[in-house]
């Protein structure tokens, strides 16, 4: 893949003395050690999630899978000295239940693995197959669907624990947001835990819209791109 250009911008956060370098770019043009930190940062984030469960080649399978023909970046990355700190992976709707596909041996070994790692968390697997169940047999219609099929997926958003409640995260969609606007984008959209109110409350302060459809657990998020 062709090197794409990164925007950057030195944002001084409010409330701490924080120096952020923000970051707009794609996954396959970063260092090998910036791709190591992007998939620590995601595990560690959702250890208690499927994400969690992912190997290596799983999640760059999912990230190379999702990138969107409608924008040539996929990835906000926010670094404090050279380190990174929190991020957004955005591009297209992508099941994660492609995980379990194989095209080699070695997908079928990490398939296998992950089967074990499922069995092995009882928790996750219900969320899995709640939000499987939820997804594929709701009658809601999918109010981020328009006729241009341009929309941008957020699959990630996160950032270290130490620098959480810093309006880091805040920081980071305003980025992606500029991006998206520059690259002609009309909307973002999202899936996210309709009963964490931390979480809800985090779209909402930033001026996205959520559903409040039947469905209380997986709920839709979208922000309108100015």
Not at 24 to 49: A, G, H, M, P
Request: charged fraction near 25%; hydrophobic fraction near 35%.
């Amino acid at each position: 893949m062709n090197v794409k250009t990164t925007y950057n911008s030195m944002n001084l956060l409010k409330n701490t003395r924080l120096e952020i370098d923000l970051q707009i770019t794609d996954y396959f043009s970063i260092s090998e050690n910036d791709k190591k930190s992007v998939k620590e940062i995601l595990k560690r984030n959702f250890k208690n999630n499927f994400t969690g469960l992912l190997s290596s080649r799983q999640l760059e399978n999912l990230m190379l899978n999702s990138q969107s023909d409608s924008v040539s970046c996929n990835l906000v990355l926010a670094k404090n000295n050279n380190a990174i700190i929190g991020l957004a992976f955005f591009g297209k709707e992508y099941s994660f239940f492609k995980a379990f596909s194989a095209k080699s041996f070695m997908d079928s070994l990490n398939t296998l693995l992950l089967l074990i790692k499922l069995m092995g968390s009882p928790n996750i697997l219900i969320r899995t197959v709640k939000n499987a169940f939820s997804r594929y047999t709701s009658t809601e219609p999918n109010e981020h669907q328009n006729d241009t099929h341009a929309d941008i997926y957020l699959l990630y958003i996160c950032t270290d624990k130490e620098v959480q409640n810093k309006k880091l995260g805040h920081n980071i969609l305003l980025k992606l947001e500029e991006y998206l606007s520059q690259e002609n984008q009309k909307s973002i959209y999202c899936h996210f835990d309709g009963e964490n109110p931390k979480v809800k409350s985090f779209y909402l302060s930033n001026g996205w819209q959520t559903n409040n459809g039947l469905r209380k657990k997986r709920q839709i998020a979208i922000k309108e791109i100015q």
